[in-house]
């Protein structure tokens, strides 16, 4: 795999447990739990992913002496896709409490058939010059969305650095966003093989909107 992906369900970790109750169509009919562990697939790739951030040393008094230690050197922009992104970029946000965070609305306008074409609709942003940006999704399916979500981001500013996180992703989806997005880093918890002629993640677990928050 491509050294600027980092599949954590590659190895055995509790993100198994997991990944396992957000695929199973029965733990699936609780929508709290959905939501619950999606956030906890945003929490785990948060920390995974700030092993990959600036730091710089910080002086800090104890009640009993003082130590330098490494603590980030700015904090990240989280920008998430709406709506199916709320729980994951709340896992995020629960690791990164002092981010500040960006929301885009996409959505998928059927032309005829199976064809779509993704639209970005609204765009809500702090600066981002020569900051951090860590885009969140919870599927990269093509790819479409995230891609363009980043191109929107860039008419508002130039960051310095951009992750993207994901709980489940295509194998295509991540090659289409390494080909517009060459600087990008991106962490997943999962990588699956297919997609769907509709551009659903094979086996993946479904529509995650719906999956959080019901039918639309
Ligand atoms: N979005 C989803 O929610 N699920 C997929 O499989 C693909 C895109």
């Known amino acids: 795999m491509d050294a600027r992906i980092t599949n954590l369900g590659a190895r055995n970790s509790y993100l ?13 009919q609780d929508r709290m739990r959905f939501r619950a562990n999606m956030e906890k697939v945003g929490e785990i790739l948060a920390y995974e992913m700030s092993r990959e951030f600036p730091y710089e040393k910080q002086h800090v008094t104890t009640p009993l002496g003082e130590l330098d230690m490494d603590l980030l050197a700015s904090q990240p922009v989280l920008v998430s896709i709406l709506r199916a992104g709320i729980p994951f970029h709340q896992g995020f946000l629960r690791l990164m409490d002092r981010a500040d965070n960006g929301f885009i609305s996409a959505f998928r306008h059927h032309t005829r058939g199976n064809e779509f074409i993704v639209k970005v609709e609204y765009l809500a942003l702090p600066e981002i010059t020569g900051r951090t940006v860590v885009l969140v999704d919870p599927m990269i399916a093509t790819g479409k969305s995230i891609v363009l979500a980043y ?3 860039l008419e508002q500013g130039h960051p310095e650095q951009i992750f993207i996180g994901a709980a489940v992703a295509s194998e295509e989806g991540l090659e289409y966003v390494l080909r517009h997005i060459p600087k990008a880093r991106i962490l997943v918890a999962a990588v699956d093989h297919e997609l769907t002629a509709k551009a659903y993640i094979v086996p993946g677990l479904g529509d995650a ?3 959080a928050f019901g039918p639309k």
């Open 209 to 211: 909107g719906d999956l």
């Open 151 to 153: 191109q929107a981001l």
């Open 16 to 28: 198994n447990q997991v990944l396992f109750e957000l695929r199973d169509t029965e733990v699936q």
